[in-house]
């Protein structure tokens, strides 16, 4: 059975940090680029971060640069989304998603663009940012 389980997401006061993992168990970790997106109720879902675990290639979108981190360690099938000087806009839930090989994200206009769908999805962790 395919899983990704996030955890990590609290509650924080603006300029604080927090890690969120995402756990994968289910396929070949190593074969697969791990993203993260958040969304806000009634918003539409917003990509942040992505790794391709073949080639190490990271992307990150315009409004997190500078300040998250994305990593893996395939050795634990986990996935990372460091998060500094995190800001009360940052508030959201936070979902891990997997798909073969390269992210497929496409840059344009100031935003990311899906090239083909993640194939996995976890059920997300709340992120709330205090001003």
């Known amino acids: 059975e395919v899983q990704l389980v996030e955890s990590g997401g609290d509650l924080v006061q603006a300029g604080g940090s927090l890690r969120l993992s995402c756990a994968a168990s289910?396929?070949?970790?190593?074969?697969?680029?791990i993203a993260w997106f958040r969304q806000v109720p009634g918003k539409e879902r917003e990509k942040v971060s992505c790794i391709s675990n073949n080639d190490g290639n990271r992307l990150y979108a315009d409004s997190v640069q500078g300040r998250f981190t994305i990593s893996s360690d395939d050795a634990k099938n986990t996935a990372y989304l460091q998060m500094n000087r995190l800001k009360p806009e940052d508030t959201a839930v936070y979902y891990c998603?997997?798909?073969?090989?390269?992210?497929?994200?496409?840059?344009?206009?100031?935003?990311?663009?899906?090239?083909?769908?993640?194939?996995?999805w976890g059920q997300g962790t709340q992120v709330t940012v205090s001003s």
């Open positions: 998603a997997a798909v073969p090989d390269q992210c497929g994200w496409v840059y344009h206009g100031g935003k990311f663009y899906d090239t083909k769908p993640m194939h996995y």
């Open positions: 289910g396929f070949t970790f190593k074969d697969y680029a």
